[in-house]
């Protein structure tokens, strides 16, 4: 069924142990698309400056990614991110931010998109996901991401939002600023008191974990590789997959929430073994579904 994704396009230099990828692709709207693009068909919604490098049409070429959402705005410059990971890699020390044209009026979701049913609002300001939001009519599921930028100023917005999504995805840290709870449960049960029926934790190198209104719970550990060189988009990544893979099945139950998270675990290992985009470039669902298999050994008692 219709996935739509609303999110950043980014110019990401990033350094890590490994070594430093400047002005490479990035963006949380492109590395979802890229991994979502792997289960169902994408709605690609978001704009760039006219100074972008990147062609996304070739980026996306042999993908089901529909780019009528994308719009190439003149006069503007492109959201640039630079960041660097150290010791664990669990989290990024952002060096510099330039948000240019996403700080300006977001995109018009084109008419043709607005029947979309599975909605993933990729991290921006929580305004402009609202906006964004208000221009797709009755949607099934909608999944909204944040950060701790928004968390900190603008957390009136943030909290509007998450009464009109049916699920928020958000790591661990971000989890306890937002809920004011250092207990990663208290923090989930917090949240979801807010709007949502559905939270899931990421937990980086710990996994993820998913709390919801009925009393469910599920945690699912990370894929254990050794070969983690630029974790930036994994989080992206792994909603890609998720909400992916919830678009393929039409439904958001638990059972399916469950099989989800397993298929982002997998693609988000992917995305950290190489730098930008290229570990889900190279991707293909039979590797995918190779690590599945490993990663159901693993947890299998």
């Keep these: 069924m219709a996935l739509l994704v609303t999110g950043s396009i980014g110019i990401d230099t990033v350094k890590t142990p490994h070594g ?9 709207a492109v590395y979802f698309s890229v991994a979502a693009s792997f289960f169902a068909p994408v709605r690609f919604v978001g704009v760039v400056g006219c100074d972008c490098p990147f062609d996304l049409a070739d980026v996306f070429k042999g993908r089901d990614v529909d780019l009528m959402g994308l719009e190439v705005r003149n006069g503007s410059k492109t959201f640039r991110w630079a960041g660097s990971y150290h010791g664990s890699m669990n989290e990024a020390k ?26 993933f609002l990729a991290n921006t300001a929580p305004a402009l996901q609202q906006q964004l939001l208000e221009q797709i009519h009755n949607p099934t599921f909608i ?15 943030l909290k509007g939002l998450l009464k009109k ?38 937990r980086g190198e710990y996994g993820s974990m998913l709390v919801d209104k009925k009393g469910n719970y599920f945690i699912l550990p990370a894929y254990p590789t050794t070969n983690v060189k630029d974790p930036t988009g994994a989080g992206d990544s792994f909603a ?62």
């Design 20 to 28: 430093v990828s400047e002005n490479c692709l990035g963006g949380s």
């Design 94 to 119: 952002t060096e510099g931010v330039e948000l240019n044209v996403l700080a300006e009026k977001p995109p018009v979701v084109p008419a043709a998109f607005a029947d979309s049913k599975f909605v």
């Design 143 to 157: 999944m909204a991401d944040t950060m701790n930028l928004w968390i900190e100023n603008s957390l009136g917005d």
């Design 165 to 202: 999504v049916h699920a928020l995805v958000i790591n661990d840290g971000e989890a306890r600023l937002l809920a004011q709870h250092h207990n990663i449960i208290s923090a989930a049960l917090a949240i979801l008191d807010m709007g949502p029926e559905v939270v899931i934790i990421k």
């Design 240 to 301: 890609g997959a998720v909400m992916g893979y919830i678009a393929k099945q039409g439904s958001a139950d638990v059972g399916v929430l469950k099989s989800a998270m397993a298929y982002g675990t997998v693609v988000a290992s992917y995305t950290i073994e190489q730098f930008s985009l290229h570990g889900l470039l190279d991707l293909n669902k039979n590797a995918i579904e190779s690590r599945l298999g490993l990663l159901k050994d693993l947890i299998t008692f």
